[in-house]
């Protein structure tokens, strides 16, 4: 094994960085508030920088922030926003952004000297500013800003597994969130199922051969990005494949901490009274949550059902990642006892599960898989033992410098196409039972309205036996005498009128048949300008099914 990731593995797993234990006794408590953020001052200028490679000067428009008279550590920098990797209309952009430093650090200037005549040098260091238009958002949007703002400068810039928070700047009109460079590119643009069964690796029984040696790699860095978390006592809340973004072909980091809480802790002298990581001693329950954060496919079954440990949930969803890493595919859509699979995997047969679908895994492999897919939290390891897992250590954690990935795509008949049959039977079965009960009360219904919208007086002679009787019902005489108050006195033909003159009643119920007969959202399947056109079939397909 390399020595420098020897030792680095050695400092993950001593007992100084052990999590804490959990109390299960003590009653749930809150997330903890985040401490409010505080903002440097900057100002937009027009500057004059020098190209460190080809040593042209260049007038450019940089955010500057000054050195403040009571911060010795922190000097004078400058942000040339270069270009927007993202935004979201109205509400922010991301730009990457060049930082700049002074060629001469140990000028002598006034607080109210002009930046123009001071020359600035570009390095090579890129960072990702988001910028804020503060004076157009509206007080919830703002409360948002503080949020994201207080939560990135509380994780901070120590690690490099977590996408923290450099510094925070604010002029008159605009916040900005200084933050380490990272692609936009997450994990999930890499895990496309193979386009040939052909393609995919397969020893000569058959069985789909997981790159354990890639997934490695990438899971030892979700574990330490995760565990620099739990020492800043945050739960992440949202692991899945969108949170963890790609630096280079190799490395990544976890970010999209959007949905983090502070774990609350019990206080080693007061058990009343609660407290955070740098001074608990038990971590607290977290109370139900029945929101809608993170994906379904990662969520860990106890969130939604009581009380839960927030770490214990972070395994959880790091280990459908480690799942999906060597699998290809997602286990469950969601961890409940109603899916067979998390049934059978929650109870201990994961190994029996995946050589069923032929996928060849180690055995140290699926002992940590199971070991952290318990359906019991307490049963599911911590961090801490991850790190120290056999299949953590081993050799297969020395990555090439670029390896192309690919995800394994399983057998065809364990990939839910019998389930998708079965559900399209069922679905199948129930609009055929709908069509049966909504065709008579649509025929009787249209067959009333069509009657008081029809003009001659020769149309009770061309009448069936059954509308005779509706004829002289009492919603059939108020709708002919409807009908004889607009009709023409002629003796012309029936004329079916257009769909869109029908009455409401009416009306829902064509739109209540197309949706029952599977035709909403189809431009095909448009209601036609008259209504017979379109409820005769109806009812022929109806009577026929």
Known sequence: MNPSFETELNFYCSDEVESCRVDVHSPP?????????????????????????????????????????NSLNCGDIAY?????????????????AVVLRPTNNS??????????????????????????????????QRQLVIQEASVLQYVG????????????????????????????????????????????????????????????SWFV????????????????????????????????????????DRVPFRDPF????????????????????????????????????????AFASDIFSAGVVLFVLLTGIAPFKVAKTTDPVFKVVSSGHLRELLESWKVALSAEACDLL?????????KRLSLHEILEHPWMKEEKLRVPARVTYRALELPA?????????????????KREQRCRELAPKLRRSLRLELLGRTRGRSRRDTMSDSSKQSWSSTSSRRARSRCQANGAADGHECNIVNRNRLPGTVRKLLRSAKRTLGFSGRRKTRLPDTASVLVEPMILSARSA
């Open 80 to 96: 040339f926003l270069k270009e927007v990797v993202a935004k979201k209309p109205g509400v922010s952009k991301t730009w990457a």
């Open 157 to 216: 810039s120590s690690s490099e597994y977590v996408q923290g928070c450099l510094e925070t700047l604010k002029d008159d009109q605009k916040v900005y969130i200084v933050m380490p460079h990272c692609s936009e590119t997450t994990l999930a643009s890499r895990i496309e199922p193979a386009a040939d069964k052909a393609s995919v690796p397969r020893d000569t029984d058959g069985f789909v051969q997981p790159n354990e040696r890639l997934a490695s």
């Open 270 to 309: 007061n058990a009343e009274r609660v407290t955070d990581v740098s001074e608990g001693e038990c971590r607290l329950l977290f109370p139900r949550d029945s929101s809608s954060k993170g994906d379904d496919r990662f969520r860990a079954p106890e969130i939604t059902i009581g009380a839960f440990d």
């Open 29 to 69: 408590a809150a997330p903890l508030r985040y401490p409010d953020p505080t903002f440097r001052a900057v100002r937009r200028s027009n500057i004059l920088a020098i190209d460190h490679k080809s040593n042209q000067r260049h007038l450019v428009k940089a955010l500057v922030r000054r050195r403040q008279s």
């Open 413 to 429: 008949s364990y990939t839910g196409q019998k389930m998708q049959l079965l559900r399209n039977a069922i679905k199948h079965h």
């Open 107 to 140: 000028r002598n200037t006034t607080s109210n000297e002009s930046l123009f005549g001071v020359e600035w040098e570009s390095t090579e260091q890129i960072v990702l500013i988001k910028v804020f238009p503060w004076q157009k958002l509206d007080r919830c």
């Open 221 to 260: 860095q979700i574990c330490k990005g995760l565990l620099h978390l739990q020492h800043k006592g945050l739960y992440h809340g949202g692991l899945c494949f969108e949170s963890l973004f790609l630096v280079d072909n190799m490395a990544l980091i976890v970010g999209d901490l959007s949905n983090a």
């Open 370 to 378: 199971q070991s952290m897919l318990w359906r019991n939290p307490s």
